[in-house]
């Protein structure tokens, strides 16, 4: 629960410019909250570490001398090293009472003007009592320490530069500074060193509601527990719920991140976008994890000339009953599938403490399509003079020292409709720099990225160290349409019922065979260890030709022959693999690795297989959708597969996908069992197909072979 730290921050807050905190009778507000800890303890014991996500949630229940509110952690996750996970939303985890003390949540009254703790107590009552009768309980010890500040300042000062002195912040004597004031936010840093303990960390308030928006923080301090001395460093970010938390990849446990300078990317294509799509699908599908979540929905046209965003994420009961708070959303991220589709995740986690909660049966969003565009503008670069571009909504300021021509330095900030694409006519290496604010050395590079980007705010600067002295530099900035140009309402339903959509796009694209299951379109001979000696014949060869040695040799009596290497095993799809490998070896099979020998092989076919191009049609609006002509109903996937194949950009052999239910076909159905309306159902998007042919001239090849001799 140190997330309650946050209480005595907003404590730091109107008298005309200055900031006071004045919430309002109800107010209420939820934080998302991530933390790592580094416990190191002295001697011999090992360092663990501590990560936890958590929604704290804060109501205003009385106004005046005393600030009162409900405190409720409405979820957590919690890893410890070496002690095992626990999750608000898995009733089996962590100790029952424990887990009733939690649901119940707390009750926290301060001094308005000081900060000073007045009242901290659980709302279970009896297990609030019982865990103080306990005495030492960890649990109250943090809830104490988060809360007592007794000593804080009523006021923060709307002027840049202002300090004030914090008497009080984790056992910290420590100074805040302000850094920017703008008509709706302030910033400002905190900071204490002690001998033993110091403390950095940055905030912003919202100056029309008065109350802490953002904050990462990073506090080292020495411990003793159980007679066990050590030191433990915590870093803390926590932003407004329904931020989209880049801080949560910061739970890395203090991996050291790698900031050396990168080569400088290659410019992105010059062209403008327009949308690629006219429609959203109705439905995506819930990845059921545990009582984690995550939702996926596919996004048609190249999903680099389009933005979507699914907002107002609801989950829905076995009625269609909205189940009002039951998720929190963790992470979005976006993939590029095959072809022009792309899957965007939004991965959730399930809120509450309840042991039966309501089920959820489906989840419904707002999807909306923003049309993106590339702008691209030119500058003559001056070496030592500060340059400033506006492109596509943003301004980008360019400067490099006076006595360091080849070190350049690109500020710009993106916007929620803006991004930085990239840039040409740069030579060398380049490295970011998300703050030039300057911070304690003794902080990490991860938590200074943490601090510098608590808001998803604040100027990116890229540092770029030239090869030569640039001359004229295009920039790229990818521009989104300030409003949707499409809007649907989707569900998120199960994956059975999504996959038994045909037109739907399949999940992913799945190849009828898969890395060593391919094989050659063509016999190949080659060396193994480079002593023996394999042929591949694909499957189309094997009834036509027949191997044998024009030269050949003994090893004690056994005359060398070719025979399978092995019955080939069905590929992951269960159909026959694509080909047999042969190998050289002596009759008995005991070798198969020669020295200083010479072997002459023949191959003798009676025709020549060979693939040729197959024209096929494809559903306009679901092109994963295909007709071939002249194909028999009655023949099966496997023998069909066998003589014509569907190929994707990559060139790969695509598989079928059963028309009814999306699961793959099986070897054995039947063309006319998986087809939908006449179409097959294939695994991915074909782009050509192509089918086998065997022409009637006889096929002839000779390989000689020279084992080289032992050294």
């Not at 959303?329 to 589709?341: A, K, N, T, V, W």
Request: hydrophobic share 35%; net charge negative.
């Amino acid at each position: 629960m140190r997330p309650l730290v946050l209480l005595a921050l907003l404590l730091l807050g109107g008298c005309n410019d200055d900031l006071v905190f004045s919430p309002k009778l109800g107010d209420e507000q939820s934080y998302q909250v991530v933390t790592s800890t580094l416990v190191k303890p002295d001697g011999h014991y090992p360092s663990q570490h501590v990560d936890s996500q958590s929604l704290v949630r804060y109501r205003v229940t009385e106004t005046g001398k005393v600030l009162r509110f409900d405190i409720a952690n409405d979820y957590m996750a919690l890893d410890a090293s070496g002690q095992g996970r626990l999750r608000s939303n898995q009733p089996s985890s962590g100790d029952k009472e424990w887990r009733q003390l939690m649901a119940a949540g707390f009750e926290l009254a301060v001094d308005a003007n000081s900060g000073a703790l007045v009242t901290l107590k659980g709302h279970d009552q009896a297990l609030w009592q019982k865990a103080l009768e306990r005495g030492g309980s960890e649990l109250i010890r943090q809830l104490r320490q988060g809360m007592a500040v007794p000593g804080f300042v009523s006021a923060i000062p709307a002027t840049p530069g202002a300090t004030l002195a914090l008497p009080d912040i984790q056992g910290h004597r420590a100074t805040l500074t302000v850094d920017e004031v703008t008509p709706s936010q302030l910033s400002a840093h905190f900071s204490a060193e002690a001998e033993q303990a110091r403390l950095y960390g940055r905030l912003q308030f919202d100056r029309k509601t008065t109350w802490l928006t953002h904050m990462a923080l990073v506090m080292e301090a020495p411990f003793e527990r159980f007679g066990i001395t050590g030191q433990l460093r915590t870093l803390m970010v926590m932003a407004p719920k329904g931020s989209s938390l880049t801080p949560l990849s910061y739970r890395t446990s203090y991996q050291q991140r790698d900031d050396e300078p990168f080569a400088i990317p290659t410019p992105p294509e010059q062209q403008s976008h327009a949308p690629a799509t006219d429609h959203l699908y109705a439905e995506g599908y819930i990845d059921r994890r545990h009582d984690d979540l995550r939702l996926s929905y596919f996004l048609p046209g190249n999903p680099d000339r389009q933005e979507l965003a699914l907002d107002n994420i609801e989950a829905l009961d076995a009625s269609g009953q909205v189940i009002k708070d039951a998720l929190l959303i963790q992470e979005r991220s976006r993939y590029p599938l095959y072809g022009d589709i792309a899957r965007i995740d939004t991965s959730l986690a399930r809120t509450g403490w309840q042991e039966n909660p309501t089920a959820i049966a489906s989840i419904r969003a707002d999807a909306k399509l923003y049309a993106t565009t590339v702008r691209a503008k030119s500058l003559t670069l001056q070496p030592g003079k500060s340059q400033q571009l506006s492109l596509g909504g943003q301004t980008l300021t360019l400067s490099s020292p006076p006595n360091a021509p080849l070190e350049l330095t690109l500020s710009h900030t993106n916007t929620a409709t803006s991004w930085l694409l990239g840039f040409d006519g740069l030579q060398g290496t380049m490295n970011w720099q998300n703050d030039t604010k300057p911070l304690p050395d003794w902080l990490q590079p991860v938590e200074k990225e943490a601090i510098a980007s608590i808001a998803g705010q604040g100027a990116e600067h890229l540092v770029f160290h030239l090869d030569k002295a640039p001359g004229q530099v295009t920039f790229y900035v990818l521009e989104r349409s300030p409003e949707p140009v499409l809007r649907r309402e989707v569900s998120f339903v199960s994956p059975n019922r999504y996959l038994a959509n045909p037109h739907y796009p399949p999940p992913e694209a799945l190849a009828l065979f898969e890395g060593s299951d391919s094989a050659p379109l063509e016999p190949a001979l080659h060396l193994d260890k480079g002593q023996g000696l394999l042929l591949t014949l694909p499957t189309a060869w094997q009834p036509l030709c027949k191997l044998s040695l024009d030269k050949g040799f003994s090893e004690n009596g056994h005359p060398v022959t070719w025979q399978p290497a092995a019955v080939p095993e069905p590929g992951y799809l269960g159909f026959a693999a694509p080909g047999q490998q042969m190998v050289l070896a002596t009759d008995d099979g005991k070798r198969r690795y020669f020295y200083g020998q010479s072997v002459t092989t023949r191959l003798d076919c009676a025709g020549t297989p060979g693939w040729q191009p197959l024209a096929f049609s494809a559903d306009p609006a679901s092109p994963w959708l295909v007709k071939v002509e002249g194909l028999d109903g009655n023949a099966t996937v496997e023998a069909t597969l066998a003589r014509l194949q569907l190929l994707d950009g990559e060139g790969r052999p695509l598989a079928l996908l059963d028309g009814h239910s999306g699961m793959p076909a099986k070897p054995g159905d039947t063309l006319a069992s998986i087809g939908v309306d006449g179409y097959l159902r294939v695994a991915g998007l074909p782009v050509k197909a192509r089918q086998l042919v065997v022409a009637p001239a006889p096929y002839q090849r000779q390989w000689t072979t020279d084992f080289p001799p032992l050294p």
